[in-house]
């Protein structure tokens, strides 16, 4: 079982994240189209490829709080939390209910 407290500080520990390491790289200030977060769960829109996403998990990555982070996009899918928001004509986002896999019967 969580911790009552559990959400209150991952939301502090992500603010702290965010203002440290985050908003103050010349990545995110040159790339980053749109940032969205929920508690510990980021979702972040950068301008360019896949090459771009991969590096800007770079910048994530090298933090001093050892917070991990993943890149996740198929194709124009990218899933976040419950929802996959679908990328289409390269501008718009249009979102569709995600069912996670759980294994078991």
Known sequence: M??????TYANLSMGLFELECLFRTEFYLKLVIRYYSFIDDL???VE???DKVRKFVAVLQSNKFEFKFDGQQIGTRVP??????????GKSLKTTVHRKFEGGI
């Open 2 to 7: 969580e911790a009552a407290f559990a959400p």
């Open 43 to 45: 979702i972040v829109l």
């Open 48 to 50: 360019g490829g896949q």
């Open 80 to 89: 976040f939390l419950d929802v996959v928001l679908n990328i289409s004509d």
